[in-house]
């Protein structure tokens, strides 16, 4: 029973470039959740989407990301024009439906900007 | 809006020490708590958690109590061991709302023999 996937589990990119990180969530999950985590700070939410939906997307910069959970395949997360500011690690957890907070984490996209 | 609020790490203990994480929150209505736990390069997993007022999440040795009183959910574990190095993430959702954890900063533990 695969758990969820990240990839890639590394990435770098130079400024302006854009950076494209894929999350399949568990088995029998369609509530997937996109978490930025910065050094020596906490997990900052971005986006939390459901199959075809951004249900919560308060957490999401307004320009340059974007988020989206198709019908098939991964939920994606793009960031355009990376600058430095975007290194971080992403990570992505999901949940069952009807589930009332136990997410369950991918080990992370660990994004580089030089 | 929601907020939980963990002790400022790194906490360092020797093998077999008795362990303290605080974790307060705040937040309207009642709240689950939850405590995850993140070893290096890995994701989050969870460790435990709390629905509702005076329970008592446990596992691996680890507890925490929902205090509403205190607004408090304090990670204890009696005895830890070096295995148990990683940071600990206190987090809660809101009953009623869409369910979006809301973590702490979390706190780095480092266990040596």
């Known amino acids: 029973n695969a758990g969820v996937m990240q990839n890639p589990r590394h990435l770098v990119r130079r400024r302006g470039q854009e950076a494209r990180l894929r999350c399949s969530p568990m088995?029998?999950?369609?509530?997937v959740y996109w978490y930025r985590q910065l050094p020596e700070e906490g997990l900052k939410f971005m986006v939390y989407?459901?199959?075809?939906?951004?249900?919560?997307e308060s957490g999401m910069p307004k320009e340059r990301f974007s988020a989206e959970f198709p019908k098939e395949g991964p939920s994606i997360l793009r960031i355009q024009q990376v600058v430095r500011g975007d290194s971080a690690a992403y990570f992505c957890?999901?949940?069952?439906?009807?589930?009332?907070?136990?997410?369950?984490f991918g080990e992370g996209s660990r994004l580089t900007v030089l | 809006g929601d907020s939980v609020t963990q002790m400022e790490g790194p906490v360092t203990l020797s093998e077999e020490a008795f362990l303290t994480i605080n974790c307060t929150y705040t937040?309207?209505?009642?709240?689950?708590l939850f405590w995850y736990v993140q070893y290096p390069g890995e994701g989050l997993q969870l460790l435990l958690k709390?629905?509702?007022?005076?329970d008592k999440g446990s596992n691996k040795g680890f507890e925490a109590t929902y205090r509403k009183e205190t607004t408090s959910f304090h990670l204890e574990k009696g005895s830890v061991q070096v295995s148990d190095s990683a940071v600990y993430f206190c987090?809660?959702?809101?009953?009623?709302?869409?369910?979006?954890?809301?973590f702490g900063r979390g706190t780095s533990l480092i266990v040596h023999p």
């Open positions: 709390a629905t509702k007022a005076d």
């Open positions: 937040a309207t209505g009642y709240p689950s």
């Open positions: 088995k029998g999950h369609s509530h």
């Open positions: 989407l459901q199959k075809e939906n951004i249900i919560d």
């Open positions: 987090a809660l959702t809101r009953s009623g709302g869409s369910y979006i954890p809301t």
């Open positions: 957890a999901s949940s069952p439906p009807g589930a009332t907070g136990e997410l369950f």
